[in-house]
Each structure stands twice: as structure tokens, then as C-alpha cells.
């Protein structure tokens, strides 16, 4: 029987990289059993390995570096990455029964666009992010102004040129509606994580915590993951800096944008406390990312207002497999907002109100001490709901629709 032939376009592919890299590696090998599969990526080491190991068609391109923080950057270096992406994407598409492609780099989402009026072609497209909705909370526009407007203009004629989507967020899928006016099919699939390669490991054993003698007596909180403008990292340390019970303490795995102003924060609150309540770890080789999800009791997931139907952080999901419940700062209907609601995997905050959540993280600590903390089971709710092979079946299920 002949295999149906599918061309993926990723930006991030690998199993040492991200987590966009890391999603991708595992929907890649799962179409490659079922599929004629062609990828397309930029040339990495990791993309290298990848293709290697698993036996994966895949043509290579070159990969333009930017700095993700600097905006004139990131858009000279997605032009250039879009330009090349689409060159070798045209020359490839002819016999391909299906196009599969994320949201990023987003120039290249447009000049998709673009290319499936001139050639149409099938396409599904993986949502992880909304643009131009997400330049809003990151401060970079208004949604009044000329710049915005004429964007979210072009974008709405962009997300509606896919067959299907698929959205990690019910709040996402909402907006995506309302944004192409219902003229594409989209689907609800949430993110996961892997419960064998994320482990549950007692806190009393983790290096990371014992480095700074917090394995014991005290109650640790964790920010773990990328330090970006969207993250409300400021609100989170505000909050920190009202704190009452001398028992809790901070820990940040991670970098991005906001580290250095992480740093300077964790400076000032140590020396208002007199001791060191908080600590920058910094960025974490990511064979050690269980280790690094494992330090703390209970994990930090939180964003920007504003952010309702723009992303779904995907820390939430590992943090889970490590068994660690999670206080969500964020907007109301979110994704995250919602999972907590139901599955009662931990504590919701609203965002921009630094005192509402120091009260929580104050409860919370009270609570460990008590040694009443084990009623939540983050870990046995996500493999029942967000289990790695759900979501893949669920993908592979829209995929064989799409391509049949």
C-alpha cells in the first residue's frame, strides 16, 4: 500500500533543544510510522541527530541567528529564515497529499499564505501562538493604533487559509474562531508531557535543592522556564517582596528578556529579609530539566494580562509529570485557568495583583508545614487528560482526516 505523503515545515526539531523542538521530534516520529514524511527544518546540530536516529527524510536549510530580544532583529532574521523556508517549501510541495506546519516563525506563516493561493495545497497548521494579538501585552503596540490594525487585518486573511487548525488552548480555539470568522475547522488538542521521561524524584535527593540547603524546612516555589515579556515576571516578583512567612523560598530555572531584572529583584528582596529567600539558578542543560522541575514543592505558571487565547505555557504540563501543583497567575477562561478549575491540580491567581497572590503563596506555605499538601495528584491527572499518547493519537487522527 502506498504511504499518503506529508511535508512538515518546523522551525525547532530535536530532543535536547525546547519544548517547541521537543513536541515536534515526538509528532514527527509519530507520523513517520504512519506516513510518507518529508521534513523541513534549518540545519542544527540537534535537527542532525534527530533526522539521524529516527530516519527521517528531511531537508536541511540554513538557519539565520537573532536575537530573540531585540524586535528589529528577530524580524530581519524572519525574513531571511521566511524567504529560505518557502523557496525550498515551493520546491518540495508538488505530489504532497498534506502540508503540516506550526505558527512560527511567523513570516513564514504569511508567506505560506500567500503560496497556497498561487499553488493550493492541503494544510494543517499547529497554534501555539496568536499573531499580531500577542504584540499587545508585550507592550510592542495598541490594538488602536494604524500599525496594529492593518496587521490584524493581514492576519485574519493568514489563519484563514489553513484547512485546519489545531489549537492547545479551548480559550485559543475561541479566539481563533472569532478571528477567521468560523470559515476553518479547528480543533481542540491540549499540550502534554511525558511521564517517563519526566519523573516524580523526592526533594530531599534533588542536587539542585541541596546546593542551597532547601531540601529541608522550607517550602520552595518555583519559576521554571523562558523569562519573556509575556511571563509577568515583575507582578511575581512584586508579590515575592510581600511575603510574610519566613519558611517559603523562590528558586528561578531559566532565562530570557527578563533574567537580569530577575537578578537585580532577587538582590533587593534578599537584602530587605536578611537572608537569601531567593535564588537564580539560571539556565538549565535540558537532560537535566526533570531535575530542574523536581526542585520545589509547588510551581510558579503564570502570565501577562492580556494574554486570554495567546499561548498555553507548556511548563504546566511537565511540572505535572514531576507531580508538582501549580499556582497559575493569569487571565480568567484561560487554558490554564480552566485546568485548574476542573481538575483541582492547584491555585489560581488574577494577574497584575501582587498582594492577592502573596496571600496565596503565604496560605500555601502555611499549609505545607502542616503537612496537609498531598491531596492534589497533578501527575495521575495528566495521564489520565494530557498523556503524550493522546495528544499524538488525537494529531495523527487529524492528520490521516486531512490527507485521506
Known amino acids: 500500500m502506498i504511504k499518503k505523503k506529508i511535508l512538515v515545515l518546523a522551525e525547532y526539531i530535536g530532543e535536547d533543544s525546547n519544548s517547541t523542538s521537543y513536541y515536534w521530534s515526538k509528532i514527527v516520529n509519530k507520523l513517520n510510522c ?28 540554513k538557519r539565520y541567528k537573532y536575537n530573540k530580544n531585540n524586535l528589529v ?45 498561487i ?24 490594538s488602536n493604533s494604524l500599525f496594529y490594525r492593518a496587521l490584524e487585518s493581514l492576519s485574519k486573511r493568514v489563519y484563514s487559509a489553513p484547512d485546519r487548525l489545531i489549537c492547545i488552548g479551548r480559550d485559543m480555539k475561541v479566539l481563533l474562531d472569532s478571528k477567521t470568522n468560523d470559515s476553518v475547522v479547528s480543533v481542540y488538542i491540549p499540550n502534554w508531557a511525558s511521564t517517563d521521561i519526566t519523573k516524580n524524584e523526592p526533594k530531599i535527593e534533588n542536587k539542585i535543592l541541596t546546593q542551597y540547603g532547601w531540601e529541608r524546612n522550607c517550602v520552595v516555589f518555583q519559576f521554571f522556564g523562558n523569562m519573556g515579556r509575556l511571563q509577568g515576571i515583575s507582578n511575581l516578583l512584586k508579590s515575592i517582596s510581600l511575603t510574610k512567612n519566613e519558611n517559603a523560598r523562590f528558586l528561578f530555572i531559566g532565562c530570557g528578556s527578563e533574567s537580569s531584572y530577575v537578578e537585580r529583584m532577587m538582590q533587593e528582596i534578599n537584602d530587605k529579609y536578611e537572608y537569601e529567600r531567593v535564588q537564580y539558578y539560571g539556565r538549565l542543560e535540558l537532560e537535566k530539566n526533570s531535575q530542574g522541575l523536581n526542585a520545589c514543592d509547588v510551581a510558579f505558571v503564570t502570565l501577562s494580562s492580556g494574554m486570554y487565547g495567546l499561548g498555553v505555557p507548556s511548563k504546566a504540563y511537565f511540572s505535572m509529570a514531576a507531580d508538582k501543583p501549580i499556582i497559575y497567575v493569569g487571565d480568567v477562561g484561560t487554558e490554564l485557568e480552566i485546568l485548574i478549575r ?63
Not at 520546491?91 to 497556497?116: C, H, I, Q, R, Y
Not at 492534589?376 to 492528520?399: G, T, Y
Request: proline residues 6%; charged residues 20%.
Open 34 to 61: 504512519n506516513f510518507d514524511v518529508l521534513l523541513i527544518t534549518p540545519d542544527t546540530p540537534s535537527s542532525r541527530a534527530f533526522s539521524e536516529k529516527h530516519q527521517v527524510a528531511t531537508r536541511f536549510v
Open 73 to 117: 532583529s528577530r524580524f530581519w532574521g524572519q525574513v531571511k529564515q521566511a524567504i529560505i523556508f518557502s523557496s525550498v517549501f515551493r520546491n518540495e510541495l508538488k505530489n504532497m497529499d498534506l502540508v503540516f506546519s506550526g505558527t512560527n516563525p511567523v513570516l513564514t506563516l504569511f508567506m505560506m499564505a500567500v503560496l497556497k493561493r
Open 119 to 142: 499553488q493550493p495545497f492541503e494544510w494543517l497548521v499547529l497554534v501555539h501562538d496568536v499573531f499580531p494579538n500577542n504584540l499587545i501585552p508585550a507592550g510592542v503596540t495598541t
Open 342 to 404: 476542573e481538575h483541582r491540580i492547584g491555585w489560581y491567581c488574577e494577574p497584575d495583583n501582587p498582594q492577592m497572590l502573596a496571600s496565596i503563596i503565604d496560605k500555601i506555605t502555611d499549609i505545607y508545614e502542616q503537612g496537609i499538601s498531598n491531596k492534589l495528584n497533578p501527575r495521575a491527572v495528566l495521564k489520565e487528560n494530557f498523556s503524550e499518547k493522546m495528544a499524538l493519537d488525537n494529531i495523527l487522527h487529524q492528520v490521516k482526516d486531512l490527507a485521506d
